[in-house]
């Protein structure tokens, strides 16, 4: 192993954090070895070279996935392989109970009409922004009729909550709300794959994610965007953990949508696993940029209202390259080494750093000879 004092003659402050970073990893890695092999003896089930191959990151097995590749990314390992509680979307708690948000069938249009606010008036009564308002009040019907109970909704504890959950019920309702000769209905031909309202289909040439009603009507198509998806999904009043099955199907197909397999080295892409788990999704924390400001004020607010929503959903960025968190639900992929940016980054601090980084090489060092 490279010595402290040649590392440091040979290289600037940056670059010793990097080797130092880099020799932090491997002992990171042979004392969760060397805990896993004693864990394993010590239970009788195992012989100390089974220990390598029970820690070996993730990284090192992604390549037995499914026929497309895109199972065996490492964060859609890690989605599957974590044995947390499923997560379940916060705009879904208390959903069960969303039908009593809806008119009945043959309610007219004066009852359907009653109590429903304008965008200022409902801003005012909610404290919800013009986005969020006009969302829930107007662009989540588009042309369809509004089944909505605006007296019941307005009444409850959280109206915004409500709204949303009373766009899902009405959704997966039988209720007449279907415009007439306005609506997009795919065909099965079209229908490449689907799992529940979410679905993969070909229109015109051109596939994409699709969100559906229960009646098969088309009710907006998303791009392949990790907020967008969980942004459209939460004022529809949809169950992301359902992407988990389209996934499946997408992977079966050979599709590509995955971070770096969408397109060679370029994070465009979603994992839809990692959105049904609670994940962000993405190969990049979409909540900043550091770059906005030179791209107008649209990019700024854009990236303010991506903040926003992974707070709401209580979303984590990842801090570790191939992994996705999210607030009930997180899933490391194994430890990642930095990469020589980070590292820079991580030694601005100068020889304190250093020093630091030393020290705890130091104690953990010891602590790997001890277990020995």
């Not at 699709?210 to 907020?227: E, V």
């Amino acid at each position: 192993m490279t010595t402290v004092t040649s590392t440091q003659a040979a290289s600037p402050t940056g670059s010793t954090t990097t080797a130092q970073a880099a020799r932090l990893q491997d002992t990171v890695q042979a004392l969760a070895q060397t805990f896993a092999t004693a864990l394993l003896e010590s239970l009788g089930g195992s012989t100390r070279t089974a220990a390598p191959a029970a820690t070996s990151p993730p990284q090192a097995t992604a390549s037995t996935g499914t026929a497309s590749g895109a199972a065996g990314t490492p964060a859609a390992t890690a989605e599957r392989s974590s044995s947390a509680t499923p997560w379940r979307a916060p705009w879904l708690a208390g959903a069960e109970n969303a039908g009593s948000y809806l008119h009945a069938p043959d309610a007219d249009a004066a009852t359907r009409q009653s109590g429903k606010p304008d965008t200022a008036t409902f801003m005012k009564a909610t404290g919800a922004d013009f986005s969020t308002a006009s969302s829930l009040l107007y662009g989540v019907m588009g042309s369809n009729e509004d089944f909505r109970d605006w007296n019941a909704i307005m009444a409850a504890p959280d109206p915004v909550l409500a709204a949303r959950q009373a766009a899902g019920a009405q959704y997966q309702s039988s209720l007449p709300y279907a415009s007439q000769g306005g609506g997009f209905n795919p065909g099965a031909e079209q229908i490449l794959a689907q799992s529940g309202p979410y679905a993969w289909l070909r229109v015109e040439d051109r596939e994409g994610l699709w969100l559906l009603d229960g009646q098969g009507q088309a009710l907006r198509q998303m791009p392949l965007s990790a907020p967008d998806i969980l942004r459209a999904s939460r004022d529809f009043g949809m169950d992301v953990g359902q992407l988990t099955d389209l996934a499946d199907q997408m992977d079966a197909l050979g599709v590509r949508y995955q971070p770096g397999q969408m397109h060679a080295g370029s994070n465009h892409g979603v994992d839809l696993r990692s959105l049904a788990s609670g994940g962000m999704g993405a190969a990049y924390d979409w909540t900043s940029d550091p770059l906005a400001h030179l791209k107008g004020p649209g990019a700024q607010d854009a990236v303010a209202a991506n903040a926003r929503l992974a707070q709401e959903l209580g979303l984590t960025p990842s801090r570790g390259t191939g992994a996705t968190t999210g607030g009930n639900a997180g899933h490391a992929v194994g430890p990642a080494r930095p990469s020589a940016e980070a590292a820079n980054t991580a030694g601005t601090g100068g020889a304190g750093s250093n020093a630091l980084l030393e020290q705890l090489l130091a104690q953990l060092q010891a602590a790997l000879t001890n277990a020995k």
